[in-house]
């Protein structure tokens, strides 16, 4: 029989073991064979030695993420109690103890996340161009909007575009009714949402109707010359190829631009291309611009979201493969075809 006691000094202990206990009866849940019990700041763990030791680590690694977040989401308590490390991708880079972007509308600090969200916030420090691309639920919107904000309130720059290419997800939404507005804000709802985290909705309302951040289709951005701004094309394995073009040639000198995607979603009519992989590819090597990958280990929302993005990844890579296969196939049956000597017909 073993038993631990535990005080945890510098932390809130409701952020902790959350209300009413919640967080504390999903460890109790996850170490069903261990007795687990509070009072005030410190906690109490008895059972047979190797459960103890167990429950004893998981808890320390909620006290350790909730001081280096100032939070400890019950979503963070089960996904760590299922197994996954929050530490293997969360810890600081670097070195570094802060990753906070800006602070946001309820004071609340907005942070990176994740390595590679830290690395897309490095990576636009040191280059105008940068490319973020990776599964849905990886924050690359949600960071590349901090990283705006953040340059305007730091006066880096005088104004913020949001775009966004108006293409509907495999749906036929019809007539939409209202004016110009009304018809593309559905589109671009996931900007708004972003915005409406990191900035007082008074102040918000300010920069939109002074066109300081400014939120707009696409094939708005045709003809125009960005200047002093930080502009971000959302969504952009939905542009053509062309759009792509058009959309990085609108730069001014004083510009910054952040490009997002997922190349497993692009949701383009018919057979139609998507630019985004064939501009990283043209563009790859050119100084001033960077490209960040994540992967399903940055995953920031529902722990399941990690597994469906990997269960669908392992699918895809099953089927380009029998597609390869299917392809060496026929290479090799024409060859075949092509090896066999023709039949002289005098020998006939």
Do not use: W
Not at 115 to 125: G, H, I, P, S
Not at 132 to 141: D, H, I, W
Not at 238 to 265: V, Y
Not at 268 to 280: A, Y
Request: aromatic letters at 6%; charged letters at 30%; a positive charge.
């Amino acid at each position: 029989m073993s038993e631990i006691i535990l005080t945890v000094e510098g932390v809130d202990p409701v952020e902790l073991f959350g209300e009413n206990n919640a967080k504390l009866n999903l460890l109790r849940k996850a170490f069903p064979d261990v007795t687990i019990t509070s009072r005030g700041n410190s906690l109490k763990i008895a059972g047979e030695k190797k459960f103890t030791q167990s429950a004893k680590a998981k808890f320390e690694q909620m006290v350790r993420y909730l001081r280096e977040h100032n939070e400890l989401p019950a979503q963070m308590v089960a996904d760590l109690l299922g197994g996954s490390n929050p530490f293997e991708v969360r810890i600081p880079v670097n070195g570094g103890s802060n990753n906070t972007i800006l602070f946001g509308r309820d004071g609340r600090p907005i942070k990176a996340k994740t390595r590679n969200q830290k690395l897309l916030v490095d990576a636009c420090d040191s280059s105008d161009i940068v490319f973020a691309v990776g599964p849905a639920g990886t924050g690359k919107t949600y960071t590349a909007v901090a990283i705006a904000v953040r340059a305007l309130k730091n006066k880096l720059v005088k104004k913020i575009v949001l775009t966004r290419p108006a293409v509907e997800a495999g749906e036929n939404l019809g007539f939409l009714p209202g004016d110009l507005k009304e018809k593309v804000d559905p589109y671009l709802r996931p900007l708004y949402d972003a915005l409406d985290d990191m900035l007082p909705m008074d102040k918000l309302q300010f920069f939109m109707d002074n066109r300081i951040i400014e939120i707009a289709p696409l094939a708005f951005m045709r003809g125009r010359t960005l200047d002093n701004a930080y502009i971000i094309l959302d969504e952009a394995q939905n542009a053509s190829p062309l759009q792509l073009k058009m959309f990085l040639t609108r730069l001014g000198p004083n510009a910054k631009c952040i490009i997002t995607g997922d190349l497993s979603q692009i949701d383009l009519p018919g057979h139609q291309k998507s630019g985004l992989r064939q501009s990283m590819t043209i563009l790859e090597g050119v100084q001033g611009i960077s490209v960040i990958n994540l992967t399903a280990e940055d995953v920031v929302r529902h722990r399941l979201v990690k597994e469906i993005i990997k269960a669908y990844d392992k699918i895809e890579a099953e089927d380009r493969a029998r597609k390869e296969r299917i392809r060496q196939e026929k290479e090799a049956e024409t060859k075949a075809k092509q090896d066999v000597p023709a039949t002289d017909p005098t020998t006939l």
